[in-house]
């Protein structure tokens, strides 16, 4: 049974460092990361390197029968499309070409950047999946932190190892609707945690993460697609 729910989000939680430092700790800081993230939609290769608040993120995956690349660092977000270098002047559009180019990278490295500083968080207690007792945390984003900034996300951890164990999330773009992941084939490279996962869901406008009992996910939910990761590779740096 769910516990009562923190009435404030707060930006620091036990459970969320625990995670963190058991998915991979410092090493999410200083390394260089490759990999193919792959679902029915094809696959998309994915490098990112991290030095401390330092990031440069280089995504190609398949767009409308073509292939687009996108770099993004702190200071600068380079776009192409089937090997044209495209200009992203206009704010609005460099902003959803980062974003474009985050969504691969973001969900394949939870729990890392749930401690952002737009990130709020309120622990909601426990709560039976599957037969287990998982702590769950529910995630809002500071408004205007991004092109995605209002949607809401769920996450279950194992309470003993605080390994994450499934995620959930609302979004508004196109029909809108939720999503439900379980992670599943765990495995440990170059010090960092890995996970496949079964991508679950339903569309709708104005559909709330709250929804999600275990009654709903069963009765309402389909199986959208299962997003794996191969080639992975992890250099640390010096």
Request: with cysteine; glycine share 8%; hydrophobic share 35%.
């Amino acid at each position: 049974m769910a516990g009562a729910a923190s009435a404030i989000g707060v930006e620091r939680l036990p459970m969320v460092d625990r995670s963190i430092e058991y998915h991979g700790g410092e090493s999410f800081e200083a390394s260089v990361t490759r990999f193919d993230v792959c679902s029915k939609s094809g696959c998309s290769s994915v490098r990112v390197t991290m030095d401390g608040g330092l990031f440069d993120y280089d995504v190609t995956a398949p767009v409308r029968g073509g292939k687009r690349r996108v770099r993004s660092t702190n200071d600068a977000v380079e776009l192409w499309e089937n090997g044209e270098r495209m200009a992203v002047d206009d704010p609005e559009r460099r902003q959803a070409v980062r974003d474009w180019a985050m969504q691969r990278v973001y969900f394949n490295f939870l729990p890392y950047r749930l401690n952002d500083p737009s990130v709020h968080k309120q622990d909601l207690g426990f709560e039976s999946r599957d037969g287990r007792e998982l702590q769950k945390v529910k995630v809002s984003f500071q408004s205007g932190s991004s092109t995605d900034a209002d949607d809401e996300y769920l996450y279950w951890f194992d309470p003993d190892t605080a390994r994450l164990e499934l995620f959930a999330y609302s979004y508004e773009s196109g029909e809108g609707g939720l999503r439900f992941r379980r992670l599943f084939n765990y495995r440990r490279v170059g010090g960092l945690l890995f996970y496949d996962q079964e991508n679950w869901g339903v569309e709708g406008r104005d559909l709330s993460v709250d929804l999600l009992t275990p009654e709903y996910v069963q009765s309402e939910l389909r199986l959208v697609s299962t997003v794996t990761l191969e080639n992975i590779s992890v250099e640390a740096l010096p």
